[in-house]
């Protein structure tokens, strides 16, 4: 199955069971001891990162799920919104929720490279909020990402990233899997790569102890599901993707756990900017 298909297929689990209505956004959220539902945890995760950022007059919403990002762009800024997903379905909901800022917004379905490839815009912010970890080469698209800057623009980068580069067990081949996971660097390595694109880093967070709650609560819905699901997926009405992506949601909790993974956030800003295409 491609992304748009998982992507689809999981979005009235992502909607209905992981607060997406309430907020419109599909990550781990942010835990505090006070913190109850995921779409506070979610909200309060905007918030944090909200504080980062400079004033942006254009954004691109990198995975704009169900509008949740962009929708709190448009109420708390004038910048001009990009969104982009690989499901039609998240578009729909999107511009639902985003619907009084018609000529603010604009909602694309698209494979990331293909847009990056094809757009001459460019943005002074660019948000990348637990998206890009389906991608192969994170050095690569990191390129990319730095050639759609705007003069002093930022890039700010929420990711999962390895503790070891010499890491391997069952649970990661399980997560790595269901979750259709790219490539996952050290934060040594994403660290490295920036520099050597001429990208510094303005903040340098690790939030793994923030994300442990939402880890856990994701892993016990993957428990509840499994059995539920399983008897459906041998009648061909659940596909094996789904059925992996519930597995993964129970391996990566075990992961974040027992520290074989870290929740990291990073804001990016190059002070010269010279697009590659202009070369």
Not at 10 to 21: E, I
Not at 66 to 75: E, N, R, T, V
Not at 126 to 138: F, G, L, Q, R, T
């Amino acid at each position: 199955m491609n992304l748009r298909q998982i992507y689809d297929q999981a979005y009235f689990a992502y909607l209905y069971f992981w607060g997406g209505k309430q907020s419109g956004f599909i990550n781990y959220g942010y835990w505090n001891d006070d913190t109850i539902r995921p779409s506070d945890a979610h909200f309060l995760l905007f918030q944090k990162l909200f504080k980062l950022i400079s004033p942006p007059t254009s954004i691109l919403d990198l995975g704009c799920g169900f509008g949740g990002a962009s929708f709190q762009f448009l109420q708390k800024t004038k910048a001009q919104v990009t969104g982009l997903t690989h499901s039609q379905k998240q578009i729909e909901t999107c511009e639902q929720r985003c619907s009084n800022f018609k000529n603010q917004v604009q909602f694309i379905n698209s494979d990331y490279h293909k847009f990056l490839d094809s757009t001459e815009q460019n943005f002074d912010l660019i948000w990348a909020v637990e998206s890009i970890y389906h991608e192969k080469d994170k050095k690569a698209f990191l390129q990319k990402l730095k050639n759609q800057l705007a003069p002093g623009g930022q890039i700010l980068i929420v990711d999962y990233y390895l503790s070891s580069d010499t890491e391997d067990s069952t649970f990661l081949k399980t997560w790595f899997e269901g979750y259709k996971i790219g490539e996952i660097i050290t934060s040594e390595t994403f660290e490295r790569y920036a520099q050597e694109l001429g990208l510094k880093i303005v903040q340098n967070l690790d939030w793994s102890s923030h994300v442990l709650e939402g880890s856990k609560r994701i892993k016990n819905l993957g428990m509840l599901s499994f059995p539920l699901l399983w008897p459906p997926h041998k009648l061909g009405l659940v596909s094996k993707s789904f059925i992996n992506g519930t597995k993964a949601s129970i391996a990566q909790y075990h992961l974040l756990k027992t520290n074989m993974w870290k929740y990291k956030v990073y804001v990016l800003e190059q002070d010269n900017f010279i697009s590659d295409k202009e070369n």
